[in-house]
Structure formats: C-alpha cells, structure tokens
C-alpha cells in the first residue's frame, strides 16, 4: 500500500453518523443503509472530479 493514497478527512461512516444525530430519533435500518450508500455515492462522484 502506497501512503500517498491515502487521503485524511471526514468519511461517509463520520457523515452517517452525524446525520443520524441529526435526525434526533432512531432511523430503520433500510433508511440507514440507504443513507450510507448515498454518502458513499457522493464521495466517489468527488473522489473522481
């Protein structure tokens, strides 16, 4: 693994999180796992600009 790669800062699980505590009342799991993936999503459309 090359450490140049690697890239410091906040990540989808930091901003999934953050939403979640946003929300201010528990999420169902489908709603959980469609956020991440969203977040996820958004990085890799970022990553690749």
Do not use: C, F, N
Request: no cysteine; proline share 2%.
């Amino acid at each position: 693994m090359d450490a140049k790669g690697i890239i410091y800062g906040e990540t989808a699980l930091d901003q999934l999180m953050q939403w979640l505590h946003a929300s201010g009342q528990p999420q169902e799991l489908e709603a959980v796992i469609e956020q991440y993936l969203q977040l996820l999503r958004e990085l890799v459309m970022e990553a690749q600009a």
